[in-house]
């Protein structure tokens, strides 16, 4: 005894010395995985090794807690830290044995192994051990302790802590546990890896029904509940975290992001992302663009089946299981074996659902593709199409039928925002994120055709054009130093129809008028006015080709192009991350976006109220300046064009719908939307870009492999459709939302064919509405009382030329 005695106090002298600092377990950061939401809080995507979900013990249901402790460490509650009950059964299972296959440790030492220690089977690593736990109990409660205990202990399959476990296993919360369940999760920590449901049901069985002995031992169930938990069947399956949204694409942007700024750590730290994105044009958005990639592939054939299996008949069901399962499901395209082939009908095995009949209806458009401007002939019979043995992608329609299917080889991409502060509402990079995950959104820099003219009519605005300019819409050779050869464009029709207003030019996509307005206005002071949309004139084509859209852009640049042309002429940033914070809610980052500063609006338009009204307003507005308080200033966004410019813009842009290009986007029954269609050299590129008030969309489809889409697919076939199918969900419920006309313009009588101020005489008079500093100058010939209505309340122009 005396000998033990000096041994412990010599060992003390050596060991206490060394110990961590408890209070570092006070506060403590679990490894907890990162976790990005939309701004409905729904999840869109968690990056981590180590699943965990931290939870405080008062919020932890009685049952599980005694579970643990009757598995672990049924004298928790009275031991000082060191049961040394436990310690004598370690030792005497040490002498009858001669191997360490019983620790003894408590739960006390579980913790102070898991947070400081290793698990290597030492006696010194166990006297630490000891000496830890005596120190962890001293300076934290049992309560504290175990609730550590409860978070950090190793559960099996990825699972740390006993919420994580609840949800892996289960796919619950801790409070919804059953008893066998309970049980089952309590029994795991003796060896997580290979006695865990997955991995070894029979084991885990074994260890459930010992723990629920346990419980009956110390009176925490009664014999009846024993019973019926003992024999209950095992009801764990393994729970992938369960996403909410489907928004790869931005979850990607997240986690880039946050590793440029802090590293790795992200992965385990426990941040929670809350994102921009809308849950209900997120979805619309992702149905959207599939419908428009599977509708471009139905115009444009069958490219046969995607791989095909030999003597399917010698082939178990096990068999064609896990070949079907070498072909992973894309977005809504699941693989399927053929496996009867009828003269209007096949048969086919469908992964994870089984037998499927496909009809005549879901196979007749399957004709041959030959190349994007050729199909071969349409299919008599279903043998036409497939043969028995083909690996095939299959799709279900609204109505519930089955229909052949294939993965689109052409890509698309849609980005959809706030034009008042840059937040980002909906974005898809793509067709499928796991089957490729380039995000053409960000990355992908292509020419946006038409799509850019609107820069360069503002630019005309800008430099003292009306919409009632005319420019001869003629055909024209230019040898432009920054074009090879001879240039000899020419409009999208093939003809050319003379004289044309500004506003009639942009409505039908006019490109001769377009190179000629470059021309007249020049190249350098487009420049100057295109780089207030946020463009680096440095990557933009400094020739005539400007005006076709030649400039290599991504969708991200245009959408905010199209924004201030959306809000009055403000340059917003876009953005998609809202909110950061940690998991025990300390917010570490807030959004601040530069917004449209209404007040700047309120401001311009007093430039032009006379010196009364001035005084009228300035009064009146006095009461409100007394009881001002201080605040913090908010950041607004840089004025990038006139307010005028942005309304003569916008309502060039709504004709283009009404009359021109994007008629079909009238099916939507507003009258607020504006935009305008792209379509590039040889179609590799469709675009349509759009807005009204309070939504900036824009919708791209190409090919990654810059390849030709086909001789009509314009914009307005290829890509408007995506735009219109989000769009309608996206304005739903939304009230339409026309700019205010600012102050500063006038509408003017104008003859549509010379586009000069018209005599009252005139029939065909139309009006068109100028800035004041560039409307035409009235003569005696012209001046009738009608001939100008001063700063006029209306906010459309008449149609009579239309």
């Not at 962890?136 to 309560?143: G, H, N, T, V």
């Not at 432009?480 to 044309?500: A, F, Q």
């Amino acid at each position: 005894m005396v000998l033990g005695i000096i041994t412990i106090v010599i060992v003390s002298w050596y060991v206490v010395p060394g110990l961590p600092e408890i209070d570092t377990l006070k506060d403590v950061r679990m490894q907890v995985p990162l976790r990005v939401y939309s701004s409905d809080f729904s999840l869109i995507a968690e990056f981590g090794e180590k699943r965990r979900t931290p939870v405080e013990i008062e919020n932890v249901q009685p049952k599980l807690i005694e579970a643990f402790l009757s598995a672990e460490d049924d004298r928790f509650y009275v031991h000082p830290g060191v049961d040394w009950q436990g310690i004598a059964r370690a030792v005497y299972s040490l002498i009858k044995t001669g191997s360490k296959k019983q620790g003894g440790s408590t739960i006390t030492m579980q913790v102070a192994r898991n947070f400081f220690l290793s698990r290597e089977k030492t006696y010194l690593r166990k006297l630490n051990e000891i000496f830890l736990s005596f120190k962890i109990e001293r300076e934290l409660s049992k309560d504290e302790i175990l609730e550590l205990y409860l978070n950090k202990i190793y559960l099996g399959q990825r699972a740390y802590g006993v919420a994580a476990a609840a949800q892996v296993y289960y796919g619950t919360d801790i409070n919804s546990l059953s008893l066998p369940q309970i049980a089952m999760i309590a029994g795991l920590p003796k060896a997580p890896s290979t006695t865990n449901p997955i991995s070894n049901s029979e084991r885990a069985l074994i260890r459930r029904n010992y723990v629920l002995q346990r419980m009956l031992t110390l009176s925490y169930i009664s014999e009846a509940e024993f019973n019926e938990a003992s024999n209950a069947p095992i009801s764990a399956s393994l729970h992938t975290t369960s996403i909410d949204i489907e928004a790869p694409y931005i979850a990607e942007m997240v986690r880039s992001d946050l590793i440029e700024k802090q590293g790795d750590a992200v992965y385990s730290n426990g941040l929670i992302v809350t994102t921009t994105i809308k849950d209900r044009n997120q979805n619309a958005a992702n149905q959207a663009l599939r419908n428009a990639l599977l509708d471009y592939d139905l115009r444009h054939g069958y490219r046969g089946s995607e791989h095909h299996v030999e003597n399917i008949e010698s082939k178990t069901e096990e068999d064609i299981i896990a070949l079907l399962e070498s072909f992973p499901t894309l977005s809504n395209l699941y693989p399927g074996l053929v496996t009867h082939v009828n003269e209007k009908s096949i048969s086919a095995i469908v992964s994870g659902i089984g037998q499927i009949e496909v009809n005549w209806e879901g196979l007749e458009w399957a004709r041959k593709y030959i190349s994007e401007n050729r199909r071969g002939a349409k299919p008599k019979v279903a043998g036409d199409i497939l043969e028995a043995g083909d690996i095939i992608r299959l799709i279900e329609t609204e109505t519930g039928e089955w229909a052949l299917s294939q993965i689109p080889e052409v890509e698309g991409g849609l980005i959809s925002l706030s034009p008042n502060n840059g937040a980002i509402l909906a974005l898809v990079g793509g067709f499928d994120f796991y089957k490729n995950k380039f995000n053409r959104i960000t990355q992908a820099r292509r020419q946006p055709g038409s799509g850019f003219k609107p820069l360069i009519y503002s630019s005309a605005i800008e430099a003292g054009n009306t919409a009632a300019t005319l420019i001869n819409d003629a055909p024209v050779v230019f040898d432009d130093p920054g074009v090879e050869d001879e240039w000899r464009p020419e409009n999208y029709s093939h003809k050319s129809y003379g004289p044309t207003r500004i506003r009639v030019a942009l409505t039908h996509s006019r490109n001769l008028v377009s190179i000629r307005l470059l021309h007249a206005i020049g190249v350098p002071f487009a420049l100057e006015h295109i780089q207030n949309f946020g463009f680096d004139t440095e990557q933009l084509p400094n020739n005539l080709s400007l005006s076709l859209g030649s400039a290599e852009i991504t969708p991200w640049q245009l959408a905010r192009a199209y924004s201030v042309f959306a809000n009055g002429g403000f340059l917003i940033d876009p953005y998609f991350i809202n909110e950061v914070q940690t998991y025990n809610d300390e917010v570490i980052f807030q959004s601040s976006p530069r917004t449209v500063c209404l007040e700047c609006i309120e401001d311009e338009e007093n430039a032009f109220l006379s010196e009364e009204e001035k005084i009228e307003k300035d009064f009146q507005s006095i009461s409100h300046i007394i009881e001002e308080k201080t605040i913090e200033e908010p950041s607004y966004a840089p004025r990038a064009i006139s307010a005028q410019n942005a309304w003569i813009m916008n309502s060039m842009l709504r004709d283009v719908i009404k009359f021109g290009t994007g008629r079909r986007a009238l099916q939507l029954n507003r009258t607020d939307l504006a935009g305008k269609t792209g379509t590039t050299n040889d179609q590799h590129d469709a675009w349509f870009s759009g807005f009204n008030s309070n939504l900036v969309t824009i919708s791209w489809v190409g090919f990654d492999k810059f390849q030709p889409l086909g001789s009509r697919e314009t914009g307005g076939r290829a890509a408007l459709p995506m735009w219109i199918d989000y769009m309608k969900v996206a304005l739903d419920g939304m009230p339409e939302s026309i700019m205010e006309r600012p102050k500063g313009l006038v509408n003017v009588r104008i003859d549509p064919v010379s586009g000069k101020l018209a005599n009252a005489s005139n029939p065909d008079a139309i009006f068109e509405v100028f800035r004041i500093e560039n409307a035409p100058k009235v003569t005696s010939e012209t001046k009738q009382p009608d001939i100008f209505l001063q700063e006029s309340e209306s906010s459309s122009i008449p149609e009579q030329l239309f």
